[in-house]
T-cell receptor, first 114, second 116 residues
């Protein structure tokens, strides 16, 4: 059971470049989400999805795009990278329908924009 | 909007001693969940303990226990017999059962250092 898998683990981008952070889960979870972690700010929600074809914005969505074509995958796209998007990104998933359901996190993706 | 506040950016404790990490939150809801997550240097997010607001009994997981004060909106984490492996960032988080948007709201974290 792989859980939540994020790729790549490390990436350096130049300002203006685009890229996609991949997230896949093998637990058949309906709920998937992306967070970013910045020093002194905890984790903040970027986008989330409650099932294939359904996505919505979180707290800090600007500059990011998502889609959910399958239950397993939830990629995060940076359209035109900016230094302010330098951060650690976490993908997370859980079953839907219960706030007590365990949320499983990926190992994080370190992104540096220069 | 729900907010979670961790007022202690850093804490330290002697090995084998007990330490308490503080967390307060703001919500108008009556049913929700609270969590403590541990993040070691590897950055992996590890669930330490969870508490349902409707349960009066404080949750316990081995050396980890919480003091949940619903009226005061306080949710502190007590670590007993601290071990070197407990050194990490600890995040308090809130989750409201809003079907379709069960997002976690995190505090800013407390960095715990264990002194040998």
């Amino acid at each position: 059971n792989a859980g939540v898998t994020q790729t790549p683990k490390f990436q350096v981008l130049k300002t203006g470049q685009s890229m996609t952070l991949q997230c896949a889960q093998d637990m058949n979870h309906e709920y998937m989400s992306w967070y970013r972690q910045d020093p002194g700010m905890g984790l903040r929600l970027i986008h989330y999805s409650v099932g294939a074809g359904i996505t919505d914005q979180g707290e800090v969505p600007n500059g990011y795009n998502v889609s959910r074509s399958t239950t397993e995958d939830f990629p995060l796209r940076l359209l035109s990278a900016a230094p302010s998007q330098t951060s650690v990104y976490f993908c997370a998933s859980s079953r839907l329908g219960g706030a007590g359901n365990t949320i499983y996190f990926g190992e994080g993706s370190w992104l540096t924009v220069v | 909007a729900q907010t979670v506040t961790q007022s202690q950016p850093e804490m330290s404790v002697q090995e084998a001693e007990t330490v308490t990490l503080s967390c307060t939150y703001d919500t108008s809801e009556s049913d929700y969940y609270l969590f403590w997550y541990k993040q070691p240097p590897s950055r992996q997010m590890i669930l330490v303990i969870r508490q349902e607001a409707y349960k009066q009994q404080n949750a316990t997981e081995n050396r980890f226990s919480v003091n949940f004060q619903k009226a005061a909106k306080s949710f502190s984490l007590k670590i007993s017999d601290s071990q070197l492996g407990d050194a990490a960032m600890y995040f308090c988080a809130y989750r409201f059962p809003n079907f379709g948007n069960e997002k976690l709201t995190f505090g800013t974290g407390t960095r715990l250092t264990i002194i040998p």
